[in-house]
Every structure is written in structure tokens, then in C-alpha cells.
């Protein structure tokens, strides 16, 4: 038994002795790279601040280049962040120790996470040098909410590069559909000789809308390979920009209480999952508002194109991987039945998409824990905008027993419902008593997509949501925008 002791002492002084090490070879490497490199890297906020001024001055040339640099050190910043936080994810994920010391198994963990905080200091020094890391919040709003575009797009005018300016100019008006000033700019863009409508680009543009859209256009042309082929593409983005985006939550906690250890963790790791949280519906986001089941609807789109095709156990699959996302949806629970009588598929021969699968455990866990967190760490004044839900988004999807599963144009995808919210309308008040009438088709609920109009005034719940959400970050000390 003493011998026992003493040799648990001793891993636990070989453990600290490693752990000071760790530490001591860190210090050392950053002072002998601070050596190298000792010129300050000029951050996104002062590119963008001198571009201001250079717009104030009216000197169009220099705005140009600012803005123009700004905007290139915002995606490298970021982009920064997000291959550093996840090259060095795995450092925490250690084997347990095979010993009965709570002791060592903490220190285990925590030595896991000292190298984890060496790898990503480490490297963000590597890719960002001396660049600052403290940016103000509403800095990097600006910029994700393409403000930077906005001036960018009349210093283009004035300097007479015409295209570039209708670029940025509806790279703009894609986050800022109710601005009535440049809608009319880019009317004026439009009747200017020879700008066409190949000159509206969004240059912002995320590559998982751009094959999702392509997905839906090849849809209406009846070009089911086309349709499997981008949604294919779109899912192969997405789960990269989720995972982008949940790694730039992990930025800094402004912890405003004196808090014991593991309360100023936990805090800290409530409100990286809350952060989390938001990524899919940040990712969502088309012309600025919420897609409602954007993600699940890339496997309602895949399935009906891929029985469209004749390949059953690939519509089938897809069919259950879109209700991983969507437990108990009634059309895609129609559908399975289908397969079920028609193809003699069971649960032992479906295979949902284990990237699908693997989000929705996840999220189930993130939102037992915030469940958790919220009753636990967070006072009423904080829960205030965590609870802040959508009324009257109650899901009303209609189907009807088939000879063949039901396709996107016989369900409600989602758009009806923002449409819905922002006219303050009910689904009663829209469609009066006729279940028929909530059916709609795509062209409709896509329309506005490829239509730059839009009801003036509008102020939808989603927006509140995203408002509310900006003006409390910091009570949270969220920071997905770093």
C-alpha cells in the first residue's frame, strides 16, 4: 500500500515536472520568434479606419486600397484562427490514465489542455505575428455584415471601375435587402452600358449556397443527376464552414465575477456552446435571413432526385438522414413508409449519412448541457435573450398517402414561415381553413431569392433574434466573431 503511495507521488511529481517544461520551452520559443519578428501586422479595424479617412478626404484611389486590404486581413484573420483551433483540437484528447488518482486524471486533462494552448498560441504567432488580438466587437460586425462594401462600392464609382462597383455593391445588398439607397445604385449600375446581369456577383458568397441554389435550379429544370450532384456539394461545404464557425467561438471570455476554477470554466464553456449553438442558423443566413430547415432540406432535395433516378437504397438513405435532423417529420415519415412497402428496406438495411448523424449527437448533447448551464450558471437578466423563440413557427407539413414519395414542391421548406413572421400573418390568416392551400412551390418559396425586391419596412422576428443576440454578446462574453 506505501508503495503504492510513493509511486503515485512520483508520477504526479514527473507530471509537474513535464507540465514546467511544456511551459518553459513555450516561453522560450515565442521570445526567440519575437526576435524575428518585431514589426507590428496591421490589423482589419485600422485598414479599415484608414480607408475611412481616405473616404472622408474624398481621395477615391486610397480608399480602394484600404478597404480592398481591409477586407483581405478580415478573411486571412479568420481564416487564421479557424486553422489554428482546429489543427490543435486533438491535444486535449489524451487516454486516461489506468489509476485510481482523481488527482492524476485532472492533471492528465489539464496537461492536455496546456499543450493544446502552446499548439494554438504557437501558431496563430506563426500566421498573425504581432498583430493585436483585442479587435472591437462592433469592428468585426461591420464586417460580417459587409458594411466594408458599401463605401468600397462608390469609390469603385467614382474611380470609374463600373463592375467592380455593381460587385460590391450587391455584395451588400445581399445582407441589406431593405436598403433603399443602394437598391437604387444598383438600379443605376444596371442601366449603365455594359453592365449585364453576369456582373451581379456576391462576392462574399459561401460555397455551400452557391451548390445548394444550383442543386434547386437544377431541380426545376426536372435535371435529377444535376440536383444530386450539387446538393451532394453543398453538404461537403457545409460541414466545413460548421466546423469553421464553431471553431472562431472559441475566442475569449469576458468574465466580469470573481469565479472559483472550475466556475470561470464552466462559465466559459457555457458560452462557447451557446456560441456553438448559432452556427446553423448562422449558416442559414441567405439574402440575410434565416432558411428554415436549410441543412435537412439538402437530403429532401437528394432523396426524391435519387428515386427520380432509380436509386432506391440512396433515396432511402437519404430519407433517414434527413429525419436524423428532423425526428417524426410526417412527409419524410410518408415517404420511408413507401420505401418500406415498396422496396422491403428495414432498419437493419437503412444507413443514414454518419456525418448527419454525428451533427445531430452533438447537438443533442450541446443543448443538454446549455439546459444545464442556463439553470445552473445564468441569472434571469442573461436568460432573457436565450429564450427568445419564434411564435407561430409551428411546422404545419401536409402530405398525403402516395404511389410514390412526396417531392419538394408538396412541402412547406420553410421561406412560407419567414415570409410568414414578417408580414405578421398566421398561417390561418394566409391560407384560411383549406389545408390545401399551404402547399406551395418551390418558385415561390425561392423567389425572393432571385429578386432583389423586398416589402419595405420588414422587421422580422429572425432579424430581432440575430440584434438581440449582438446587443447581449457581451454579458456572455461571446465571441464567434473573433
Not at 458560452?271 to 441543412?295: A, F, H, I, P
Not at 445531430?360 to 443538454?368: F, N, T, V
Not at 414561415?417 to 414578417?422: F, K, P, S, V
Request: proline letters at 3%.
Amino acid at each position: 500500500m506505501q508503495l503504492a503511495t510513493i509511486m503515485a507521488q512520483l508520477v504526479t511529481l514527473i507530471s509537474l515536472v513535464f507540465l514546467l517544461f511544456v511551459a518553459k520551452t513555450f516561453i522560450q520559443n515565442v521570445d526567440s520568434q519575437t526576435e524575428e519578428k518585431s514589426a507590428p501586422a496591421t490589423t482589419y479595424d485600422e485598414w479599415y479606419q484608414s480607408g475611412m479617412d481616405a473616404y472622408n478626404k474624398e481621395n477615391w484611389e486610397d480608399t480602394v486600397y484600404y478597404l480592398e486590404k481591409a477586407l483581405e486581413e478580415f478573411r486571412f484573420y479568420r481564416s487564421s484562427l479557424v486553422e489554428c483551433r482546429i489543427k490543435c483540437s486533438n491535444f486535449t484528447r489524451t487516454p486516461s490514465l489506468k489509476d485510481e488518482s482523481t488527482l492524476l486524471e485532472e492533471m492528465k486533462y489539464f496537461q492536455g489542455l496546456f499543450l493544446k494552448a502552446n499548439c494554438v498560441r504557437k501558431c496563430k504567432f506563426e500566421k498573425l505575428g504581432d498583430r493585436p488580438q483585442l479587435i472591437d466587437n462592433d469592428m468585426t460586425d461591420k464586417f460580417l455584415s459587409r458594411m466594408p462594401y458599401s463605401y468600397l462600392q462608390f469609390a469603385y464609382y467614382k474611380s470609374f471601375e463600373y463592375e467592380k462597383a455593381v460587385a460590391a455593391a450587391y455584395t451588400y445588398v445581399q445582407w441589406h435587402q431593405d436598403d433603399d439607397v443602394m437598391q437604387n445604385n444598383l438600379e443605376y449600375y444596371r442601366n449603365l452600358h455594359g453592365i449585364t446581369e453576369e456582373h451581379l456577383i456576391d462576392l462574399e458568397e459561401k460555397p455551400h449556397h452557391k451548390y445548394f441554389m444550383e442543386g434547386y435550379k437544377a431541380y426545376e429544370k426536372g435535371d435529377f443527376a444535376g440536383v444530386i450532384e450539387n446538393m451532394k456539394k453543398a453538404l461537403e461545404y457545409y460541414w466545413k464552414v460548421d466546423e469553421e464557425c464553431r471553431a472562431l467561438c472559441e475566442g475569449r471570455y469576458e468574465n466580469r465575477e470573481f469565479m472559483d476554477l472550475y466556475e470561470a470554466m464552466s462559465n466559459h464553456y457555457a458560452s462557447v456552446l451557446y456560441c456553438k449553438s448559432q452556427c446553423e442558423e448562422w449558416n442559414s443566413r441567405m439574402k440575410g435571413s434565416m432558411v428554415d430547415n436549410y441543412l435537412p432540406n439538402h437530403y429532401h432535395y437528394l432523396q426524391y432526385a435519387y428515386h427520380k433516378e432509380g436509386k432506391m437504397m440512396d433515396a432511402v438513405n437519404a430519407a433517414a438522414s434527413f429525419l436524423v435532423l428532423v425526428p417524426n417529420d410526417p412527409t419524410m415519415t410518408s415517404n420511408m413508409r413507401y420505401y418500406e412497402d415498396e422496396e422491403g428496406t428495414n432498419k437493419y438495411t437503412v444507413k443514414p449519412a454518419e456525418e448527419a448523424v454525428a451533427y445531430q449527437k452533438c447537438k443533442d448533447l450541446e443543448m443538454k448541457l446549455l439546459q444545464f448551464a442556463k439553470q445552473r450558471f445564468w441569472g434571469q437578466e442573461d436568460l432573457e435573450y436565450l429564450e427568445e423563440h419564434y411564435q407561430g413557427t409551428i411546422k404545419t407539413l401536409l402530405y398525403q398517402d402516395q404511389a410514390e414519395p412526396i417531392n419538394p414542391d408538396e412541402v412547406l421548406l420553410g421561406y412560407e414561415i419567414l415570409e410568414a413572421l414578417q408580414s405578421g400573418q398566421s398561417f390561418a390568416d394566409r391560407h384560411g381553413d383549406d389545408p390545401s392551400e399551404v402547399t406551395t412551390q418551390p418558385e415561390e418559396i425561392w423567389a425572393e431569392y432571385f429578386d432583389d425586391e423586398e416589402e419595405e419596412g420588414v422587421d422580422s422576428d429572425v432579424e430581432h433574434f440575430r440584434r438581440v443576440i449582438l446587443r447581449n454578446r457581451k454579458r456572455f462574453g461571446l465571441r464567434m466573431s473573433i
